[in-house]
C-alpha cells in the first residue's frame, strides 16, 4: 500500500533537475572538469528518483527497474564523487581513477541488464535489488557508495576543516559540513533499502540533496568572499 513518502520522489527529481542546471551554468561560465562531473551527477540523481516516481505513479515495471539500479545503486553518488576527485587531486590521478570508475560501473550496469528477475519478489509499488537473481551483482553498489563516501564526503569534511582556519571562511566551513552530511545520507537510505525500506531511500534521497544544494549556494553565496570563491569551492 502507498503513503505519501512514495510521491516524496517527484519532489526529489525536481530539485535534483534544478540544481544539475544551476551547476551547469556554472560550469559553462567558469569551465572546470569537477563543475562538469557535479552537473552530470545532479541529472544522474534525478534518473534516479525519476524511475522511483514512475513506479509510484504506475507500479513496478522491469526496464524501469534495470534503470533504477543502475542510475540509483550504481551511479547515484559516484560522479558527484568524480567531482570532488577532480577537485582535490592531480589530473593525472584524477583521469586513472575515472577509468576504473567508469570501467566498473559499465561492467556492473551490464550485469545488471542481464540479470534474469525473480517475478516471485516483485512487489507493485516498491523497488529493491532483491528482485535481481543474479545477487552477487549487489555487491557493485556497496564498493562504489564506498568510493563516494571516501571522496564525495571526505572532499567535503577536508575542505570545512581547511576553511575552518579563517573567520572569513567560515561559511565555506558550514557550507561543507552540510555537504558532508547530505552526501552521507542516500548511502544510509540505501543500506535500509537492503532491507526492504525504500522508503527510508526516498526520505534521506531528498534531505540529502536539499542538504548538498544549500551547502553549495552556502559556499558560492554566503559571505562577503563568495563573490571571488577560491577553487576548493568553484
Known amino acids: 500500500m502507498q503513503s505519501p513518502i512514495h510521491y516524496i520522489p517527484i519532489a526529489t527529481t525536481i530539485l535534483a533537475l534544478l540544481f544539475a542546471a544551476v551547476l551547469f551554468r556554472r560550469y559553462s561560465e567558469r569551465g572546470g572538469t569537477h563543475l562538469l562531473w557535479w552537473s552530470i551527477g545532479g541529472l544522474t540523481y534525478a534518473c534516479g ?17 534495470r534503470a533504477w539500479y543502475i542510475t540509483g545503486a550504481l551511479l547515484g553518488g559516484a560522479p558527484l564523487a568524480q567531482g570532488s576527485v577532480y577537485l582535490h587531486l592531480s589530473r593525472r590521478v584524477a583521469n586513472t581513477l575515472t577509468v576504473a570508475l567508469v570501467s566498473v560501473i559499465v561492467i556492473a550496469a551490464a550485469c545488471v541488464i542481464l540479470s534474469p528477475i525473480n517475478l ?4 507493485p509499488h516498491r523497488l529493491s535489488g532483491k ?7 549487489r555487491l557493485f553498489s556497496p564498493f562504489l557508495n564506498l568510493y563516494a563516501v571516501i571522496f564525495l564526503v571526505g572532499g567535503a569534511l577536508v575542505s570545512a576543516w581547511r576553511f575552518a582556519q579563517r573567520h572569513d571562511t567560515w561559511h565555506r566551513f558550514v557550507g561543507n559540513v552540510l555537504i558532508a552530511i547530505g552526501a552521507i545520507l542516500p548511502g544510509i537510505g540505501g543500506a535500509f533499502t537492503r532491507f526492504g525500506h525504500v522508503e527510508v531511500l526516498y526520505v534521506t534521497e531528498f534531505i540529502g540533496l536539499a542538504l548538498i544544494f544549500i551547502g553549495y549556494r552556502y559556499n558560492v553565496a554566503g559571505g562577503v568572499v563568495a563573490a571571488h570563491p577560491t577553487p576548493a569551492t568553484a
Open 49 to 65: 528518483t525519476f524511475t522511483e516516481s514512475l513506479t509510484t505513479l504506475w507500479g513496478w515495471h522491469e526496464p524501469v527497474f
Open 120 to 123: 516471485a519478489l516483485v512487489e
Open 131 to 137: 528482485v535481481l537473481t543474479w545477487h552477487w551483482v
